[in-house]
Every structure is written in structure tokens, then in C-alpha cells.
């Protein structure tokens, strides 16, 4: 709860600031206020009754918003040369962020649909601006436009669904509804509410059958902020529905496990066998979150709610590795986007080399890299009860390994002709060698559970 | 666990070597580890030697744990010594003045005494795909191939590998953690046991090479450079065999008579095959290439009946593959950085213009053809005398690499160092050269005369498997 008002308060201080035209410090400011508030997220002062708290942060909710925000600053640094080139901008950007990062704590606290959906809708409202801040592209005010039609037709979805399962269960108390089902019995309405529910939570994390917005919006936004989509959103939404369906869910498990492994099973062929062919790096990020979207759900299939930690590793890796890139993208500042351009960068640069080569690898899934222990727990998790789910999905991580081997192989390129010269900023630089440290190590993480 | 470290150490101090001096320092930093394991060598007394932990358990299993035993240290043994001759090897070639392939080489060192100390399951796959990344690197920064067989090479083998993964996955869940002593001790049902194994197999069968999964391997060797063709054949598929000896059939003990004779009959087609495919090349690096998997069919046929005698056998040769591929794989980087060509077509009268390369190419030739008193004869012998004892027809099959090898062998030497000179100089053997070729050599035609040596390390390793498994 703290954590909300200071994130809050930081954002509009960081909007007033902005009117002086000094990125740097509107960007620390923002950076130092993600700090205290992870801290006060830890350390909680209690000045609130309990009984008006209406988030609670149990298990491992601590340990998920300190990675949101953790993922949010390093966004937030990674962005400084977008900020810097619209000086007059800085402040609404960062307060934007900052605003729909205080939507991913709810995300992750929440106790109630009504505070579910409020944090979905606080979380999301910021997105639709933001994607569509580069104004005078076309491509962004498109993908603002498709962003925010597609979004307020998941959400009333979403809202539909939840009145339908207050109908059956009647409360909006996650507990409640729980226990209330156990005692109702499971009526039609709560199938039509659960499949409405799920379909909305899948348009979320994008995938299949509500995967088709991916690719544009990623196109279209600012990297920066596609980087945010693919780090921080996916993270709280994939929080937000494991919570939801293996917690609340669990008793009509075989209902929506057959669904879910159908969506998985398509969301990695479709990603994939898509990524293969792009030549876009923002096309590629966009086809590879998709299927790394899938993989995610494998945990939530698992229906055992300690697979949250398998989520978190991978994710933390996931994460980092997208902001890594996009560090990298945003320091070619290409507009466009073309991998062919991405050519010789890390053998020129040694460090950007090293950092792309880990986050890249992470993301193929080979180890010892934080991507590569990740989906090991994600894939043993499920393994006992879906092991041709399993095959499917290495099955994919070597189709993935292609095209994220053959980006290596261009970045790490010794051919030394039509170099492009990277712009460095530290703040960047510094994110970017943050970012590379928690791929490489960011496992061990897990010692700090046991 | 100074063993694994030592390398990293030495693999991130190469970056800050000055280039004037990182010739000579990398060599003699690759005689470092090679110390360290000869001390380790000493000290040993047979049974299991636990280097680190078990320690930190991490959940899910997964333990950090690193033992050897006298396979293992063979194995590291092997790895340290080549090294050395690796570097040694590539004194006069220019990916020595390179930083990043000293620290690459070094890196793989590392990955390598991993996969070979490693008594954990996942912690063995993960230094199994570690090697992967410096390899590749070699390749794409030195070779000359294309970009897509080099691709090709990458998704090929870790595919193969996820294969494996996915074994260990399965086998993990039933036992209580990932440590090599729990995953031996569960009981699995013999059709279990046997996808289990093919799981595995996928992995090994694709690094090997195994016959029907060759396919990236002649590319591969052609476009890298030299060093990086010696690590792979030399120590990268060395890892693939240990790791059928160690992990994989005792894992998969129950299941071994079900699938041992697909691995026989893929082995034997492999010798029979990769034989005939080289007589008929010109590429010398294809004929090498081609070789390579006819003897390793052998060897595969040696570890998969799994008997004290076969293995020891195969321990044998697979060192001396190891000095062998060296060798033969030097050779034809002699030819095709003086020739630029690797067509023997079109070379001859080589022997007369430049003799002690023609020596030294004739020894190695005969040691290839494992001629009586070097290593490959006894290695090849006890193979081939465990072999017909299982099965009479398989023995004849298989013993025709050794008709093959003459034939390959002598050809390439024939058709390149005799018949008329059509060049008209040839720059003899430089002193790193010929060096190399020496210790090489000499090493074979040691454990030629004594491979006591190698039976007394690894021997007793053996039977300590056999024991717990019966």
C-alpha cells in the first residue's frame, strides 16, 4: 500500500519537474523513488488499519514487485536518450510509467476482482498513451489506436466475466469466491464467467487466440515502452493469472486446463515459426514474447501455486534480457529497426557484445543463463502431468535457438565494413551492464528461497 | 574445484594480455592446467574423489556437486595435456595473435573439465551446452565457412541436446534429486528406461556424430579453422562418449538390451559408411572428416556392450582418437594454408620438395591405420575381440575399418606426397609443427607399448560401475 502512494507521488513530482527541462534529474528522481518504494514495499510502515488494507502481498508477492520495479527503473534508465530528445516530454513519460507501474502493484496485491480490474485498468490506461507518443508516426498513433480498442474489448470482457462469477459465487472476495463455489456447487454461469475471464487474461499476456496485437504494437511504440510491455506487463499479468486460476479456480481445473493447452501449444508454434522470418527487431521481440508468453503458462497448468518461483526466475531473465536489448536498440537509435543494421555493433563494442551475447543466449534458453534455469523449472513443474506439452516446448526453444543464434551471429559479426557507431550515455551504459549482471546471475536468486 | 576455476581464470586474463605477447603467454598459461591435473593424477588413489559439495540445494533438486573418478580424470588428463598441444599447434597461425581465441580456448577448457567433473545432472547439461558458445565463437570469428553451416552446426547439436534435457527432466522427477548417485538409484521399468535412453542418444548420437546425424559434421570441420576443428574432434565429441559410459547406460541400465542393438547396427553402418564415403573424397578435410566417424563407430559399439573389456578398449582408443585428430587434422591445415587448396588431386611430389613433413605425415598415416605397437592397435584389437565375441557377423563388419582406414589413409598420402611434383616449392615444417606432431606421436606409441597406463586409471572405474549396476 505504501508502496503505491510513494510511487504515486513520485510520479507527479516527476510531472512538475519536467516543466524545468532537465531529463537527468526528472530520471534519478524517478530511479531513487522506484527505490524507496521497493523498500517500504519490504519494510512496511503499517500506518494503515488493517482492516482498510485491501491488498495483501503473501507468498511471493514481495519478491514480484521488487522485480517490477526493479525491471521499471532499468526502463526507465535504458530510456534516458528517448527522453533527452523530447526534453519538453520527459515528465509525462516518466510519470506515466510510474503511474502504471503503481497499477503492477495491485496487480500483484490484489484481494478482490474489484481491485484485480482496477489494476488492470491503472496499469494499462498509462500504456495507451505512452504507445502512442512518438505522434507525428504513423505507425505509433496506429498501434495507440489498435492498442486501446483491442484493450477495452478484453476488458469488457473481463468485466463481464467477473459479474458472471460474482453471479455464481456471490462475492468479489477472492477467498469468498473460493469457499462460495465449494459450497454453490459450479453452475453455467461460472464457466461462462471463468471463459470470459480467461480469454481477457490471455489477450493480456498475448496469446493465441488473442496474440494478433502483439506484433503491431510492438511495431509501432517507442522501443522503450515496448520494452516495459514485454518486461513488467507480462510479469504482473502472468502473476495476476496464476493467482486467479490456480488459486481461485483450481476446483474446475479440467475445465480450463484443456483450453490453456491448446492457447500454449499455438502461442509457441505461432511465435516462433513467425519470428523466424523477421527482419525487424521489434517484429522479432513481438513474435518471441508471444511464444515466451507460453511458455509462462505452462506454470499456471501446473495448477500448483509454488510454480510462482519458476515464473519469477524466468521472467527475471526474460525481463532483463528485453531491456537489454532495447538498451541496445535505443543506442544504435535506428529508426528503421532493421536487424541487418545491428551488424559488427558488439564486435566494435566489446561490452554491448558480451551483454547482447548473454541476453540473447538467456532467451534461446542455454545455460548457465537465468533464461536457462527458468525454463527448467518451468518445464519440470508441468512435466509430471503433460510431458508431450513438454516435448512441444523444446521442440520450440531449438526452433527459437535459430533466429536468436543468427542475431548473435550478425551482432558479433567480424566483418568490419558499414559499422553503425552506437551513441553512449552512462545512465544507459550502466543499465545495460545491471541488466547483463542479472541475466547471468539472477538464479542464484533462488539460493535466497530455500 | 581449482580444476574448473583455474581455466575461467586464465580464459578472463587473456582480455587483458597485450596482443604482442599473448602467443607466448597463452602457451605457456595452457601449461598451467595441465600441472594442476597432473598433480590431481598423482594424488589419486583410486575410487571417487569429491572435488565440491554437494552443496546448496537450490529446490527442484538441483545440486552443485562435483566429483571424478579414474574415468573422469582420464578424461580431464586428456583434456589439460591436449590443450597445451592445441595452442602449441597453432603457434604460427593467425588466430594465435587473437585475445579472444585464447580466452575462448580457455573458456571451452573450462566447460569441458565441467562436463567431465560434474555429478549432477542439470549441472552436467549445463557445462555440456557451455562448450557450445566458445566453439562457436572460434568458428564465426576464424573460420572461413558460411554463416549457414555454422547455424546449421548450432540448432543441429542443441537440439540434440534439449533431447536430453527433457531425459533428465523425467528421470529428475522420480528421484529425489539431480545428483548422479540419486538418478542412478532409481528403479525405472525397461520401456521407460528405454525412451529415457533415446533421449539421450539424441544428444550423443548428434555430437558424435552417429551415422544418420552426421550430416553437419563434414561442413562444420571444412569452414572452421584449425583449432577449432581439433576441439571438436579432439575433446568436444570425447564429451559425448564419456557421457554414454558415465550417464547414459547407467542411467538407463534396465533398458540397455532393448536399445543396444539400434546403437550396434548405427555404429556399424557408421564404420562402414563414413569408410567408404572417404575413399571416394578429395577434400582432405572431408576424408579426415569422414574417418573420424568410422572410428568413432567403433568406439560406440565398444561402450555399448558394456563389458569391462569393451570399455577398457574403448577408453583406450577414444584417447587415442583424441592425439590422432589432432594430428591428421594438422596435416591438413599444412597442406591447405600452403596450397590453399584442400583438392589432393591437385597436389603431388610434396614428399620430395619438403621430407620432413612427408616423414611425419607417413607416421601419422601408419598410427592412423593402427599399425602393431601404437595406441589404436590395442584399442582397436580389444574392440574388435569384444565385438566378434558378441556376434560373429558384427565383428567381420566392423573390423573392415581397419581394410577402409589402410585404404583412405594410404590413398590421401599417396595421391598428395608422391607422383610428380607439380609444385615447385613447398615450405617445410616450422618448428612448432613438427614439434607437435613428435609429442603426438610419441604419446601414441607409448601407450602403444604400454597401456597399462590407461587400464590401471580407468579400470578399476569401470568395474566399480559394473558392480553397482549388477
Redesign the interface.
Known amino acids: 500500500m505504501e508502496a503505491i502512494i510513494v510511487l504515486f507521488t513520485t510520479g507527479l513530482i516527476s510531472m512538475f519537474l519536467g516543466a524545468f527541462n532537465k531529463p537527468k534529474l526528472v530520471v534519478l528522481l524517478a530511479v531513487l523513488g522506484l527505490g524507496f518504494a521497493a523498500y517500504v514495499q519490504h519494510f512496511p510502515l503499517h500506518f494503515l488499519p488493517e482492516k482498510y488494507n485491501l491488498l495483501s502481498f503473501e507468498g511471493n508477492g514481495n519478491a514480484f514487485v521488487g522485480l517490477a520495479l526493479f525491471l521499471t527503473a532499468m526502463v526507465i534508465l535504458a530510456g534516458f536518450s528517448y527522453f533527452k530528445a523530447d526534453e519538453g516530454h520527459t515528465g509525462d513519460f516518466v510519470s506515466l510509467l510510474l503511474f502504471s507501474v503503481s497499477g503492477a502493484v495491485i496487480l500483484v496485491g490484489f484481494k478482490d476482482m474489484f481491485m484485480f480490474f482496477l489494476g488492470v485498468e491503472i496499469l494499462s490506461i498509462p500504456l495507451y498513451v505512452l504507445v502512442g507518443s512518438k505522434k507525428k508516426n504513423v505507425l505509433s498513433s496506429e498501434a495507440a489506436i489498435k492498442y486501446f480498442f483491442t484493450g477495452a474489448f478484453a476488458t469488457s470482457l473481463m468485466l463481464f466475466g467477473i459479474a458472471l462469477i460474482y453471479g455464481a459465487s456471490g462475492s468479489f472476495k477472492l477467498d469468498e469466491i473460493y469457499f462460495g463455489l465449494q459450497i454453490a456447487g459450479y453452475s453455467p454461469m461460472l464457466y461462462v464467467g471463468v471463459t470470459m475471464l480467461l480469454a481477457s487474461m490471455l489477450f493480456k499476456v498475448g496469446a493465441f487466440p488473442f496474440h494478433f496485437w502483439v506484433a503491431d504494437v510492438y511495431e509501432g511504440s517507442p522501443n522503450i515502452f515496448m520494452g516495459y510491455m514485454a518486461s513488467v506487463v507480462k510479469l504482473v499479468m502472468s502473476f495476476a493469472f496464476v493467482k486467479l486460476f490456480t488459486g481461485v479456480f483450481e476446483g474446475i481445473s479440467p475445465f480450463w486446463t484443456d483450453i490453456l493447452a491448446v492457447s500454449i501449444v499455438v502461442s509457441m508454434f505461432i511465435g516462433n515459426l513467425s519470428a523466424l522470418r523477421q527482419t525487424r527487431f521489434k517484429r522479432l521481440m513481438a513474435f518471441s514474447s508471444i511464444t515466451n508468453s507460453a511458455y509462462v503458462l505452462l506454470a499456471v497448468l501446473s495448477n500448483d501455486p509454488t510454480n510462482i518461483?519458476a515464473i519469477y526466475v524466468f521472467l527475471l531473465g526474460y525481463g532483463a534480457s528485453v531491456v537489454a536489448m532495447v538498451i541496445i536498440s535505443l543506442m544504435l537509435d535506428d529508426e528503421s529497426d532493421e536487424l541487418a543494421n545491428y551488424k559488427g555493433i558488439g564486435?566494435k563494442n566489446p561490452i554491448v557484445g558480451i551483454v547482447a551475447?548473454i541476453a540473447l543466449?538467456s532467451m534461446a534458453g542455454?545455460?548457465?543463463l537465468t533464461g536457462?534455469i527458468g525454463k527448467?523449472?518451468l518445464?519440470?513443474s508441468v512435466?509430471?502431468n503433460y510431458?508431450w506439452l513438454?516435448?512441444l516446448a523444446?521442440?520450440n526453444?531449438?526452433i527459437g535457438?535459430?533466429f536468436y543464434?543468427?542475431m548473435i551471429?550478425n551482432i558479433?559479426?567480424?566483418d568490419d565494413t558499414e559499422i553503425k557507431t552506437l551513441s553512449f550515455d552512462w545512465l544507459q551504459y550502466a543499465a545495460l551492464i545491471i541488466c547483463g549482471v542479472v541475466v547471468a546471475g539472477g538464479w542464484s536468486i533462488?539460493?535466497c528461497?530455500? | 574445484m581449482e580444476l574448473i576455476l583455474i581455466p575461467l581464470a586464465l580464459g578472463l586474463i587473456s582480455f587483458l594480455i597485450p596482443k604482442k605477447s599473448i602467443r607466448i603467454v597463452g602457451l605457456l598459461a595452457g601449461l598451467i592446467p595441465a600441472g594442476v591435473a597432473i598433480m590431481h593424477a598423482c594424488s589419486f588413489k583410486g575410487g571417487e574423489v569429491n572435488l565440491f559439495g554437494p552443496w546448496l540445494d537450490f529446490g527442484y533438486g538441483l545440486t552443485f556437486h562435483f566429483s571424478y573418478d579414474g574415468l573422469g580424470l582420464a578424461m580431464i588428463l586428456l583434456t589439460n595435456l591436449l590443450v597445451p598441444v592445441i595452442l602449441l599447434s597453432n603457434y604460427n597461425s593467425p588466430v594465435s595473435e587473437s585475445k579472444a581465441f585464447h580466452a575462448m580456448l580457455f573458456f571451452m577448457q573450462c566447460g569441458l573439465l565441467g562436463v567431465f567433473t560434474s555429478a549432477d545432472g542439470i549441472l552436467f547439461y549445463v557445462f555440456w551446452e557451455f562448450t557450445l558458445i566458445p566453439i562457436f565463437l572460434i568458428i564465426l570469428w576464424f573460420g572461413s565457412g558460411t554463416n549457414k553451416g555454422l547455424l546449421k552446426f548450432f540448432v543441429y547439436t542443441l537440439f540434440g541436446s534439449l533431447g536430453m534435457l527433457l531425459s533428465f527432466i523425467a528421470l529428475g522427477a522420480q528421484a529425489e534429486s539431480f545428483d548422479y548417485a540419486d538418478l542412478i538409484a532409481v528403479q525405472l521399468d525397461s520401456q521407460f528406461a528405454f525412451w529415457i535412453a533415446m533421449g539421450f542418444l539424441l544428444a550423443f548420437a548428434i555430437k558424435i556424430p552417429l551415422f544418420p546425424f552426421h550430416t553437419w559434421q563434414p561442413d562444420t570441420y571444412s569452414g572452421a579453422p584449425m583449432a577449432g576443428t581439433m576441439l571438436l574432434s579432439a575433446l568436444m565429441l570425447k564429451m559425448a562418449l564419456f557421457g554414454m559410459i558415465k550417464w547414459m547406460i547407467p542411467l538407463t541400465w534396465e533398458g540397455l538390451d532393448d536399445y543396444k542393438y539400434i546403437i550396434l547396427i548405427l555404429a556399424v553402418i557408421g564404420i562402414l559408411y563414413g569408410g567408404i564415403i572417404a575413399i571416394k573424397q578429395n577434400d582432405i578435410k572431408k576424408i579426415f572428416a569422414f574417418s573420424s566417424i568410422s572410428h568413432l563407430g567403433l568406439i560406440v559399439a565398444g561402450i555399448v556392450l558394456f563389458t569391462h573389456d569393451a570399455l577398457v578398449g574403448s577408453t583406450i582408443q577414444l584417447i587415442n582418437h583424441s592425439l590422432l585428430s589432432i594430428g591428421v587434422f594438422m596435416v591438413a591445415e599444412i597442406l591447405e594454408s600452403r596450397l590453399k587448396t584442400r583438392n589432393i588431386r591437385e597436389m603431388g611430389g610434396i614428399a620430395k620438395l619438403a621430407p620432413k613433413f612427408g616423414f611425419w605425415f607417413a607416421v601419422i598415416a601408419f598410427t592412423a591405420v593402427s599399425i602393431p605397437f601404437t595406441a589404436g592397435f590395442i584399442g582397436e584389437f580389444i574392440i574388435l575381440k569384444e565385438v566378434t565375441s558378441f556376434n560373429f557377423y558384427v565383428g567381420i563388419m566392423s573390423a573392415t575399418t581397419l581394410v577402409f582406414g589402410a585404404v583412405y589413409m594410404l590413398r590421401s598420402y599417396q595421391v598428395s606426397m608422391f607422383g610428380n611434383p607439380t609444385l615447385t616449392s613447398f615450405e617445410d615444417l616450422k618448428w612448432n609443427e613438427w614439434l607437435t606432431f613428435a609429442l603426438l606421436v610419441g604419446a601414441m606409441v607409448f601407450f602403444g607399448f604400454y597401456p597399462k597406463m590407461i587400464t590401471d586409471l580407468v579400470g578399476p572405474s569401470i568395474d566399480t560401475i559394473l558392480q553397482t549396476l549388477k
Open positions: 518461483k564486435y551475447t543466449l542455454i545455460p548457465p536457462f527448467v523449472m518445464f519440470s512435466y509430471e510431458l513438454v516435448g523444446l521442440l526453444s531449438a535457438v535459430y543464434v543468427r551471429m558479433l559479426s567480424k533462488m539460493a528461497w530455500h
